[in-house]
């Protein structure tokens, strides 16, 4: 069973940093895309970073400089370090892969708020 479980968000003031953290499990975690998506409220959900099986990222240009991903194989999990925020930062954080065979799968999103 395909089971991501995001961690780290909360409350922060603009300008502060957070780590989101996304562990996975029921997958070939090594070999799999892993992706960060932000959904906020009026909005479109947004994609916000990836990285791929050999290392290599993308980021949306709303957060290039400010975020970086990075991937612990051996611990499963996908991270995503958040600078600088800002209040349109505010969003659900969801984790994301898609899974060969099985599809798109999901983890249950993380609240970031970011306000003074």
């Known amino acids: 069973q395909v089971q991501f479980v995001e961690s780290g968000g909360g409350l922060v003031r603009p300008g502060g940093s957070l780590r989101l953290s996304c562990a996975a499990s029921g997958i070939t975690f090594s070999v799999s895309t892993m992706t960060w998506y932000r959904h906020a409220p009026g909005k479109q959900r947004e994609l916000i970073a990836s990285?791929?099986?050999?290392?290599?990222?993308n980021y949306a240009d709303s957060v290039h400089g400010r975020f970086t991903i990075s991937r612990d194989n051996a611990q499963n999990t996908v991270y995503l370090q958040m600078g600088n925020l800002k209040p349109e930062d505010t969003a659900v954080y969801y984790c994301y892969a898609n899974i060969l065979v099985q599809g798109d799968r999901w983890g249950q999103g993380t609240q970031v708020t970011v306000s003074s």
């Open positions: 990285i791929r099986s050999d290392g290599g990222t």
